[in-house]
């Protein structure tokens, strides 16, 4: 697993031109985009493609090559292979054959927008892409309301704006998030703030919507540090006797004050414990 650059291409390490240029086929995403990274590197290696559209067809043979005695190095377009990226049925199928899999880690866009959010990076949750459709982009997210944890998502520029209006609507318009644009690229930007005011900056120019996206949202507060008192969660627990989580929680903001998404997540842990 061959890690590369997710931008600069000062990023590609020495380890992983080694490798690239050592291994009998090189498998690719997009084998256009690695053959170009390869040329710009100097390195001459037969490509293979492997795709999500032709993963599970590939799998097959190149297991068998690999069993043959042959090397073969997994690359995707950008970053570590894997990560929101094809790959897993191959790697499971070696493992399954007891082939070593060895990584050659690298740039990963996730973890290099978490270094520099500003986010609590102790605990942290990676979600990739969130659905492309608005109801059940925002039904994930309904799912993700009370998690404490940081949480990580890509996003495309087609999506970005629809995006963060439903991470608003449903997080809370108050919540600190991060937006990392272009990471490594000419025009990086890391802007912080609220999702209300994130929303309005990605409006405010047309350039803010424009590249490769890694959004990252301050978890929910951890309950016991909610300021939930003993009323409010007398209340919510009657009320999640007859209602769902967001119902409940809806419902027993408004009746005792307290804040929604503090609710939300008190609602979840009350309902898993």
């Known amino acids: 697993m061959v890690a590369t650059p997710i931008g600069n291409l000062g990023d590609m390490s020495p380890r992983a031109r080694e490798v690239l240029a050592a291994v009998d086929r090189v498998a690719a995403e997009d084998t256009r985009r690695t053959g170009a990274l390869l040329t710009h590197f100097g390195i001459k290696a037969r490509q293979i493609s492997l795709h999500e559209h032709n993963e599970l067809e590939q799998v097959p043979a190149l297991v068998a090559r690999l069993e043959a005695g042959e090397s073969i190095a997994l690359v995707s377009d950008a970053g570590t292979p894997l990560i929101s990226d094809p790959g897993y049925r191959l790697v499971a199928a070696a493992r399954a054959a007891g082939i070593r899999v060895s990584p050659v880690p690298g740039p990963v866009a996730a973890m290099a927008a978490l270094s520099v959010s500003g986010l609590p990076s102790d605990r942290f949750v990676f979600e990739g892409f969130l659905p492309a459709k608005g109801g059940a982009r925002r039904q994930r997210l309904e799912a993700l309301a009370g998690d404490p944890r940081t949480l990580i998502f890509y996003e495309s520029s087609h999506r970005i704006a629809a995006c963060l209006d439903d991470m608003a609507a449903v997080l809370g318009g108050e919540r600190r998030a991060v937006v990392a644009r272009e990471l490594t690229k000419t025009f990086e930007q890391?802007?912080?703030?609220?999702?209300?005011?994130l929303v309005a900056w990605l409006a405010s120019n047309e350039d803010h919507g424009k590249g490769e996206f890694v959004v990252l949202v301050a978890g929910a507060p951890e309950a016991s540090d909610a300021g939930v008192g003993p009323e409010a969660q007398r209340v919510l627990r009657l009320l999640l006797e007859e209602l769902p989580v967001k119902k409940a929680a809806k419902l027993a903001a408004e009746i005792t004050g307290?804040?929604?998404?503090?609710?939300?997540?008190?609602a979840v842990e009350m309902k898993s414990g």
Request: hydrophobic share 40%.
């Open 258 to 266: 307290v804040g929604k998404n503090l609710l939300y997540a008190r």
């Open 190 to 197: 890391v802007q912080d703030g609220h999702l209300a005011e």
